[in-house]
Nanobody
Framework: QVQLVESGGGSVQAGGSLRLSCAAS????????MGWFRQAPGKEREFVAA????????YYADSVKGRFTISRDNAKNTVYLQMNSLKPEDTAVYYC???????????????????WGQGTQATVSS
């Protein structure tokens, strides 16, 4: 069992930055690949980024590539999402998720992840 708690959300103006954190419970954090998803009002939850167990491989949605960076610190049981050059369309609730089996073909699917956090709101104003 893994419990995930996100933090770091807030309100910023367009062009600004936010750093989201996701703290995981348990001693097996390094056994899980991690992902970030987001859900805007009235829209479906969508994939943002993913990182392998060791952190050596990262993957991004085209909409955030070059602006967002996913990273992890296995000693601190924490995964991060650094969000730069934020746009109003980045406004959403951001969720972290954990999976033991990360595959390139399925990493964007919600069903590929076993555990989810409760989400943190990020609001970008124009």
């Amino acid at each position: 069992q893994v419990q995930l708690v996100e933090s770091g959300g807030g309100s910023v103006q367009a062009g600004g930055s936010l750093r989201l954190s996701c703290a995981a419970s348990g001693r097996t954090f390094s056994s899980y690949a991690m992902g970030w998803f987001r859900q805007a009002p009235g829209k479906e939850r969508e994939f943002v980024a993913a990182i392998s167990r060791s952190g050596s491989s990262t993957y991004y949605a085209d909409s955030v590539k070059g602006r967002f960076t996913i990273s992890r610190d296995n000693a601190k049981n924490t995964v991060y999402l650094q969000m730069n050059s934020l746009k109003p369309e980045d406004t959403a609730v951001y969720y972290c998720a954990a999976t033991q089996f990360l595959a390139i073909a399925t990493m964007t699917r919600l069903g590929s992840y076993d555990y989810w956090g409760q989400g943190t709101q990020a609001t970008v104003s124009s």
